[in-house]
C-alpha cells in the first residue's frame, strides 16, 4: 500500500523556518522523482520544488529559490523541505508528491497545513 506522510507543519512567524518532512512507503521511492506543492485559500496548487530519484537535481519555484531547498534521503523513504525567511504568502496546505521517473504512475500525500502569521 502506497503512503506519503507529511509532517513538520504548523504555525510560524514572519521571517522564520520550517522543515516539512514526507516518509514514503509501497513504492521504489529511489525510482520516484519527488515534489512539494502547495495549495493557498483560493487559489490552484503550485509546484513548490522537486527533486529527482538520484538526489542530483532540483527545481523550484522562482518565488522560493534561495529560501526553500528540498533535498532526500533514499536510506529512509524520505523527503524534506526547508523553508528559511517565511513570509505569510507562504500560508497554505503543503503536498508531498511522488511521480514514477519509469511508470505513468504518480501519489499525493494528504497534505499538511503551513501558517505564516505574527
Known amino acids: 500500500q502506497v503512503q506519503l506522510v507529511e509532517s513538520g507543519g504548523g504555525l510560524v512567524q514572519p521571517g522564520g523556518s520550517l522543515r516539512l518532512s514526507c516518509a514514503a512507503s509501497g513504492f521504489t521511492f529511489s525510482d520516484y522523482a519527488m515534489s512539494w506543492y502547495r495549495q493557498a485559500p483560493g487559489k490552484e496548487r503550485e509546484l513548490v520544488a522537486t527533486?529527482?530519484?538520484?538526489?542530483?537535481?532540483?527545481k523550484y519555484a522562482d518565488s522560493v529559490k534561495g529560501r526553500f531547498t528540498i533535498s532526500r534521503d533514499n536510506a529512509k523513504n524520505t523527503v524534506y523541505l526547508q523553508m528559511n525567511s517565511l513570509e505569510p504568502e507562504a500560508t497554505a496546505a503543503y503536498y508531498c508528491?511522488?511521480?514514477?521517473?519509469?511508470?505513468?504512475?504518480?501519489?499525493w500525500g494528504q497534505g499538511i497545513q503551513v501558517t505564516v502569521s505574527s
Open positions: 527533486i529527482r530519484g538520484d538526489g542530483a537535481v532540483t
Open positions: 508528491s511522488a511521480r514514477s521517473m519509469i511508470l505513468p504512475t504518480s501519489h
